[in-house]
């Protein structure tokens, strides 16, 4: 484009195109009530209709029962014996809730899952009352109960839908509820979960005593036969050959062995259920930490470690060797043990800080989730190589004494022989009969970590659904729908609708025609003229309002010849037309009103006159100005109908004689109202606007295209001698767009004066 062309671009031009591109407008509350306002119709029905389903849903969903029952988990306890080596728990709030979050899944898993579904079928089965039922029986109507309980599998996936288990705000408590249409059956689910993990979580905690208990029990009754045996063997043997009595030496000897002979078998018991405990330690340590495995066990091999426990493990035996033959040395029992646990307190101080050092050494490298089970395995494995150190320097002293009782008398050696097994059986039974004792207590002494807080209760009242709540969000839905709806609509109507759709686009508006029912009747003498039979109208102060704008529109001087068009057909130029002429007249202007739309003029109609003769009869030669020239019944208005259509409009408007016929008007008249056709269908509009004073362009409320709007005022503002001063709304629904604020319609008596008071139009539309 050369710079003369753009020159030539007017500023009407680039003012069209900037109102293209700003579509986008910031708009305020008031814009979005009146797009409600003019969609109440639309809002309300659609409020109502969601309005309704949501009350219809309220009334007709089932009642919802939740049961709920609490537990407080703590830290997990093994027998009393055992207390000291565990850690505190919860030192972290990590680690703590780790360990809920574990015990939430584990109380999730099938296992405790498939127990509960197997309760709670037998509680179906034990109550024999279907009514008690909801989530586990279908409704069955060939069934001659009307309910049938459902499959195994189908109540696995119910129970884990339908129950939810949760920790309680980062604290140690687990609730667990279960929804259901039975308050009877949502309790009892919740009671049979908190039931079942309870004992669950009992056995696990047990488990490692349990094992001692059972591996206790069964060596228990193995020496007990045994013991039966020896009894029965020496019993038969002093039958068979006679009481024969033993020496004191031998009787002596025969003590000493067995002693040594229960606690070595003490030991070897006591050294398998360690490597057994050390066992279950070193498995679950491998599956989270192999290399940690391996470096304790070489830990708790140390050379240094191992000779202490050499020599706690030899003084130990001689002191229970000692103490036996106490009477023999002439040694008095205190000073004796005095003797050996000095000896024994020094060893056992040196071992003990060995092993704290090493602890804290493992410890200080190893993950805190871990840590307790290192500490165990690591306390264990010290423990079990003092017991084989133990068992080693008794088998050693055992065997001593056992080549002294080979070297008794042969007579004596059978007899001794027996009654040395007798003995043997008899202390390592009951040594036996002890710990199994001792397991007995630990185990019942070993508590759960879970403790139920409160069990579930029979809900009186639904927990679902809230009723009131749904009815208010299907209000709000309701609502929310609705002014979507209008907004969709607004969007997509292109429509004008409001004075503000026209100032938006930077527009003059000169005034706006409220939307009257009569003015829009054809066929009827004076129906359109309103003005002329309803002067005090809310219609009739419109024109008169814009009357007055367009008297002081003129910078130069008052305005002769006033253009009114439109964009299209049907948006009631005409009407307007006639209407503001006859404004004009009542303002003492002499004023006339010609018919230009020479391909279907409407002027004529409206006054109940013949078309012909018109203007283009005068053109022609067949009529003079004083038979195109009617008087209306209303003062200083004429008018001057269409006359015979042409078949060339355009060129009789673009004329020399229009124009002269135009100034002999202006001349003769004080005002002259013209109408033309539409100006986007013809260019007769076009035309007539270069030759008048003033251009007006009538747009229809909720029926001009805001694009042909545009369009059409671009035709008329193109050129340097464009007369468009503004536009003109017309059918303008008051009430709808901007509620009662603005109800400014006069109620008349039958003597034609108005009942009461009311804001006149020209007040708010200058």
Request: aromatic share 8%; hydrophobic share 40%; proline share 3%.
């Amino acid at each position: 484009m050369s710079k003369q062309d753009f020159n030539n671009i007017s500023n009407t031009d680039l003012s069209y195109f900037k109102d293209l591109i700003l579509e986008e407008e910031t708009h305020s509350l008031k814009y979005y009530i009146n797009i409600i306002r003019q969609h109440q119709v639309s809002v309300m029905i659609i409020s109502l209709i969601v309005l309704m389903l949501a009350i219809l849903y309220a009334v007709m969903a089932k009642d919802i029962y939740e049961a709920k029952t609490m537990l407080k988990i703590s830290e997990p306890k093994v027998s009393i014996l055992d207390a000291s080596f565990l850690p505190e728990f919860g030192v972290g709030g990590s680690q703590a809730d780790r360990f809920i979050a574990n015990e939430i899944e584990t109380i999730k898993n099938i296992t405790i899952t498939e127990q509960v579904a197997t309760v709670i079928m037998d509680s179906f089965i034990a109550l024999n009352n279907n009514d008690m039922f909801s989530l586990v029986v279908s409704n069955d109507y060939f069934d001659e109960g009307g309910k049938s309980l459902k499959s195994y599998d189908d109540i696995l996936k119910i129970l884990q839908s339908k129950v939810s288990i949760e920790q309680k705000r980062g604290l140690d408590f687990i609730e667990i509820s279960v929804e259901s249409p039975s308050p009877f059956e949502a309790a009892l689910i919740a009671n049979t979960y908190s039931k079942v993990y309870t004992q669950f979580n009992l056995l696990d905690n047990r488990k490692q005593v349990s094992r001692v208990k059972e591996f206790l029990f069964e060596q228990r009754t193995e020496k007990l036969n045994e013991l039966i045996d020896a009894e029965d063997k020496l019993k038969n043997y002093q039958l068979q050959g006679g009481v024969v009595e033993l020496g004191e030496q031998a009787k002596s000897l025969i003590e000493t062995i067995t002693d040594l002979e229960a606690k070595v078998n003490t030991t070897a018991i006591e050294l398998s259920i360690s490597k057994e405990n050390l066992s279950q330690y070193q498995e679950e340590l491998k599956k989270k930490d192999p290399t940690l495995s391996n470096y304790l066990e070489n830990k708790s091999a140390e050379p240094y470690i191992l000779r202490l426990q050499e020599q706690i493990a030899e003084i130990e035996t001689q002191k229970d060797i000692a103490l036996s033959n106490i009477g023999s040395k002439g040694i008095s029992r205190p000073k004796l043990i005095q003797q050996y646990d000095s000896k024994l307190k020094d060893l056992k101080e040196r071992l003990k800080q060995s092993v704290e050092e090493y602890q804290v050494s493992i410890l200080s490298a190893s993950p805190e989730e871990i840590k307790t089970l290192t500490r165990q395995i690591f306390e264990e494995q010290v423990k079990s190589q003092a017991l084989q150190a133990s068992y080693n320097k008794l088998r050693g002293f055992l065997k001593g004494y056992e080549n002294r009782f080979d070297s008794l008398p042969e007579r004596t050696i059978d007899l001794a022989r027996l009654k040395r097994e007798q003995m043997a059986y008899e202390k390592l039974y009951l040594l036996l009969e002890e710990k199994y004792q001792e397991a007995l207590i630990n185990e019942q002494s070993t508590t759960g970590s879970v403790l139920v807080l409160n069990y579930a209760r029979v809900p009186k009242e639904p927990a679902k659904p809230n009723r009131k709540l749904i009815i208010l969000i299907g209000l709000v839905l309701g609502l929310g729908l609705a002014f979507g709806y209008a907004l969709v609509l607004n969007y997509l109507d292109r429509r004008v609708k409001t004075p503000e759709d026209i100032e938006d686009k930077n527009i003059n508006l000169l005034g706006w025609v409220p939307k009257v029912d009569t003015i829009s009747s054809n066929g009827k003498k004076g129906k359109e003229f309103i003005i002329g039979t309803k002067a005090d109208s809310v219609a009739s102060e419109a024109f008169k309002a814009i009357r007055t704008r367009i008297r002081y529109s003129m910078v130069d001087g008052e305005a002769k010849t006033i253009l009114i068009t439109s964009s299209a057909p049907g948006e009631g130029k005409s009407t307007i037309a006639v209407n503001l002429a006859g404004s004009f007249a009542l303002a003492n202007k002499r004023t006339v009103i010609i018919d230009c739309d020479l391909r279907k003029p409407r002027v004529h109609s409206i006054f109940n006159e013949k078309r012909f003769p018109g203007f283009t009869d005068y053109f022609i030669g067949r009529a003079t100005f004083e038979e195109i020239e009617r008087k209306t019944d209303l003062d200083n208005l004429s008018i001057i109908t269409a006359g015979t259509i042409p078949p060339n409009p355009s060129e009789i408007l673009d004329s020399r004689g229009m124009k002269s016929f135009l100034r002999k008007l202006a001349n003769d008249f004080d005002v002259v109202i013209v109408d033309s056709p539409p100006v986007l269908t013809v260019t007769d509009a076009e035309i007539l606007s270069r030759i008048v004073d003033e251009t007006l362009l009538v747009v229809s409320a909720n029926s001009t295209d805001i694009d042909l709007m545009n369009k059409a005022i671009a035709l008329l503002k193109h050129g340097p001698d464009s007369s468009f001063i503004g536009a003109l709304l017309n059918n303008f629904e008051v009430q709808n767009s901007y509620g009662s604020y603005y109800k400014y319609a006069y109620t008349y008596a039958r003597n034609g004066k108005p009942k009461g008071k009311s804001k006149k139009i020209t007040d708010i539309l200058n």
